[in-house]
């Protein structure tokens, strides 16, 4: 039986965190999701702190996708995402740099494959160097992948399928998951895990905020 993929709620529209990200969580703490998640902007970094620290109490996994495509932009969110004493680093181009950060600050490191550009993201590259790649920062120590598979300028979902059977490691299918029909293909190929920010704000699974993400979650159990 395939493995139920895991929400990762952010709390973000257009790869921006956004202001109320706070007030939002406290609203929805008690929702039946377990991870959650922000960039690494617009926040001020005591404001981050704090509501990793919120998450923290109330027993989610926090998590902080780093849209940035430098070594520098890279290790600065990932000091960023110790400071905030969040569970995961996603995004970012891998660098060896950033990797060994991780694994001595106790960071699960998710990086980008392919070549990922703009804010929102966009991405290009072929599937298997994206796949050869991953398989290469495994091996170095990385816990697993964010696949922004649904901004491929590609096959979107050639692209998710290949990747998650030929990865074996966490995957993360990030950004634009927008629709029932996109859960369904989601729910198909079982990857880790799937982020949802934008689609929330824009009411695509409902009304309420809350209610949307147990919607989502229940929905990925039928």
């Not at 981050?48 to 430098?70: C, D, H, P, Q, R």
């Not at 181009?93 to 980008?112: A, G, T």
């Not at 998951?177 to 799937?194: H, N, Q």
Request: net charge negative; hydrophobic share 40%; proline share 4%.
């Amino acid at each position: 039986m395939s493995r139920i993929p895991e929400l990762i709620v952010m709390l973000t529209h257009d790869d921006l965190t956004v202001d109320n990200a706070q007030e939002i969580f406290s609203s929805c703490k008690d929702s039946d999701a377990d991870f959650w998640g922000i960039k690494e902007k617009s926040l001020p970094p005591e404001k981050m702190v704090e509501l990793f620290s919120i998450m923290k109490k109330n027993k989610k996994t926090g998590a902080l996708e780093v849209v940035s495509y430098s070594e520098d932009g890279g290790l600065a969110g990932a000091r960023l995402a110790a400071e905030c004493g969040c569970d995961i680093l996603m995004g970012t181009v891998f660098f060896d740099s950033i990797n060994e950060f991780c694994l001595s600050h106790n960071l699960k490191y998710m990086p980008f494959v392919g070549d990922v550009s703009g804010r929102p993201s966009i991405l290009d590259g072929s599937i298997e160097k994206m796949i050869s790649d991953a398989e290469s920062y495994i091996k170095k120590g990385a816990y697993g992948i964010d696949l922004l598979g649904y901004r491929y300028t590609g096959n979107p979902n050639l692209l998710n399928e290949t990747f998650v059977k030929n990865i074996d490691a966490p995957t993360c299918i990030a950004g634009s998951v927008d629709s029932y029909e996109r859960l369904d293909e989601i729910k198909k190929i079982s990857p880790w895990a799937f982020t949802i920010g934008s689609a929330f704000f824009e009411k695509k699974f409902g009304e309420k905020f809350l209610d949307q993400i147990n919607s989502v979650i229940a929905y990925m159990k039928k």
